[in-house]
């Protein structure tokens, strides 16, 4: 929604606002610096795109591409930078930041604008730049700003963005419901009812047994070259250290009997009570209910009677009673015995009615009954006290340079090395290897830090248990030795190559179909290693329903024409499948029950207004006119997958 932006500022990752998202009924709009530092005649230069009168640099896409991959990652650890490229993230950043500038020239068109003022109190109001005083703080905006290496032009345009957004696809998007007339058509596809035939054709049978050579595998390797990486590892240094290893000094009798005298109101002898309370509007209405109470009636029935509820306080002192009503009413409620009823008395509220259900005394006590109970107290705020010392003091040694032996060793810690972990705390190299699980913390922090050999702290468990460490060594996402994966690449490489064939066989399959062969037939003149002719499909509203995910073929089955045949490769190069829609049993829209069709109504709104507003970025896109310099983007996705240089 939109005030995705909002939460993203919140939170404590700031370097993922300059490609921040406004989504709307699922569509988004990067919110970022598109405006470009240069303008030249045509496309060319440094610019991936143009888009109008605006040019989109290489270096700013490769930027926004790898804010974008930082912030996968916070879902996906183990994610590579190519995986994330070839999973398509240039494009779709790409489209992104065209999709921006394009729908702001659109505002501009149609004469909509935001001022510096507006800008302005939408910065002021987010979270992450409140101060103390829980107002803006300028200093900690500058310091935000600084820290994440983005420039204050660069930002108020993402705001200014935003709001643009804000004024006009908010009310295009946000449509409340549509006429159960529209909705007819929808219901009475979701009672379609497919069925067709699929066959499964395996690669495996098709896979050479040769082994075609270095060369080639190496060949396959670069083609295939994130199947094969490993992500990103580093190596940690940590020392555990808890509440059990730092020396706490023994309470004294006099700092018990200090304690005692600072807080010797806590130990004198003092009264709780409970009351049960009405507030009437008016006091006719109030004397009527006390009237009942006096009489022997409880006051939740006195309050019932007249439409109102009664309510029950917990224990209070009379200072406490007289913050909640007046200084008049608790002198009367300490005063009353239990079961007496107050009032009524006007409050600012109405008038009040009050029983007193209960009264605690509480005996004053001395110091020598108080004395283990004080002990206690100070025991475990002196505990707190020594754990919050040695934290900051080891903090003080890390920020001033000390490194992790160093801290360790003062302090008689015992200093740790991992093997090389990725994200999640798994050891490539040692299978066998696990870190404790209470190490968690410590891992998916080492992964956020910038660098090698910083000392960082972190806690493993809330004022218990915490850990000293430092990333020692990084090791770059890359695949393994080829000698160490030659066994891997040659299985691939036989599946890859049976998949060809599987491939072939299912469109030689397509092709006789469409000649006027059944597919029985088909299959018989194909060849053996082919899987029989099996009945699919089902009806379109029961696909995913309890959130399972629907099978390939039957999502192509309900995208098909009828009496179309299609293939569709299956993932991992397992084989090929050949689907044919043979029977499609759809009722007439006229035919829906009036009562289903607007039961569909409102949840249908939203699909409608993600319609409209993809047909609003569509119609800025065409408006201002978009060139790709496709060479260039292409190039910069070499870069960023590691198979170019640095494109300029």
């Given at each position: ?67 974008a991959y930082d912030q996968a990652r916070q ?50 109001d987010l979270p992450i730049f409140a101060g ?517």
């Amino acid at each position: 929604m939109i005030t995705a932006i909002r939460r993203l500022f919140s939170s404590a990752i700031g370097k993922f606002l300059a490609l921040a998202f406004v989504a709307l009924v699922g569509v988004a709009f990067a919110l970022g610096d598109v405006t470009g530092s240069s303008s030249f005649g045509g496309l060319g230069g440094a610019n991936v795109a143009r888009v109008g009168s605006t040019d989109i640099g290489v270096g700013e896409l490769r930027d926004r591409v790898r804010l974008a991959y930082d912030q996968a990652r916070q879902n996906q650890p183990t994610l590579t930078m190519a995986a994330f490229v070839e999973s398509g993230g240039v494009d779709q950043v790409l489209d992104e930041l065209i999709q921006s500038a394009a729908f702001e020239q659109l505002a501009a068109d149609l004469g909509y604008g935001v001022s510096k003022r507006q800008v302005d109190g939408q910065i002021a109001d987010l979270p992450i730049f409140a101060g103390v005083s829980g107002k803006f703080d300028q200093i900690r905006f500058e310091s935000f700003l600084r820290d994440n290496n983005i420039n204050e032009a660069s930002f108020r345009r993402d705001v200014r963005q935003q709001l643009l957004a804000e004024q006009i696809v908010v009310p295009i998007g946000s449509m409340p419901r549509i006429a159960p007339a529209m909705a007819q058509p929808y219901a009475a596809l979701l009672l379609e009812r497919r069925s067709g035939q699929a066959v499964f054709i395996p690669s495996s049978p098709f896979a050479p047994q040769k082994d075609p050579g270095d060369a080639a595998l190496q060949k396959y390797l670069s083609q295939h070259r994130a199947q094969f990486t490993v992500p990103e590892r580093r190596v940690l240094q940590y020392a555990v250290f808890d509440r059990s290893m730092i020396p706490v000094p023994a309470v004294t009798d006099a700092e018990v009997a200090e304690y005692y005298k600072t807080n010797a109101a806590r130990y004198q002898a003092s009264e709780t009570r409970r009351f049960a309370q009405v507030i009437a509007p008016d006091q006719a209405t109030a004397n009527g209910i006390a009237a009942k109470v006096r009489g022997g009636s409880t006051l939740a029935a006195a309050a019932q009677a007249v439409g109102l509820s009664a309510s029950t306080t917990g224990p209070l002192t009379q200072s406490a009673y007289a913050a909640t009503s007046s200084a008049e009413a608790a002198k009367a409620g300490f005063a009353a015995q239990r079961g007496d009823v107050l009032g009524p008395t006007q409050t600012g509220l109405g008038w009040a009615v009050a029983r007193v259900e209960d009264v605690t005394a509480v005996p004053a006590r001395s110091q020598a009954d108080a004395a283990a109970e004080i002990r206690a107290e100070l025991a475990k705020n002196k505990a707190n006290e020594t754990i919050v010392d040695f934290y900051n003091n080891l903090q003080d040694a890390v920020n001033g340079g000390a490194s992790i032996e160093e801290v360790a060793a003062d302090r008689k810690l015992a200093v740790v090395e991992t093997p090389a972990l990725l994200a999640n705390g798994r050891a490539p190299a040692q299978p066998a290897f696990a870190l404790p699980p209470e190490l968690a913390p410590m891992i998916a922090q080492a992964f956020q830090a910038g660098g090698e050999g910083e000392g960082q702290l972190a806690t493993l468990v809330e004022n218990e248990k915490f850990a000293v460490y430092a990333v020692k060594t990084i090791v770059a996402a890359a695949p393994p030795p080829f000698a160490q994966i030659r066994g891997d690449l040659l299985s691939e490489w036989r599946f890859a190559e049976g998949q060809k064939i599987a491939r072939d066989k299912a469109r030689a399959i397509v092709k006789a179909v469409e000649g006027g062969q059944t597919l029985a037939a088909a299959i018989g003149t194909a060849g053996p290693n082919i899987g029989s002719v099996q009945t699919i499909g089902g009806r379109r509203g029961e696909l995913g329903q309890n959130g399972q995910p629907v099978p390939p073929e039957l999502s192509l089955l309900f995208s098909m024409a009828q009496g179309s045949v299609k293939t569709l490769e299956m993932p991992g190069n397992r084989g090929w499948m050949v689907i044919s829609l043979t029977e499609v049993d759809r009722p007439s829209a006229k035919d829906i029950d009036p009562a289903r069709a607007a039961a569909i109504a409102q949840p249908l709104a939203p699909a409608f207004g993600n319609e409209m507003v993809a047909q609003l970025i569509a119609e800025a896109k065409r408006r201002a006119g978009v060139t790709i310099n496709k060479d260039l983007v292409d190039q910069l996705r070499r870069e960023l997958s590691g198979t170019a240089p640095v494109a300029e």
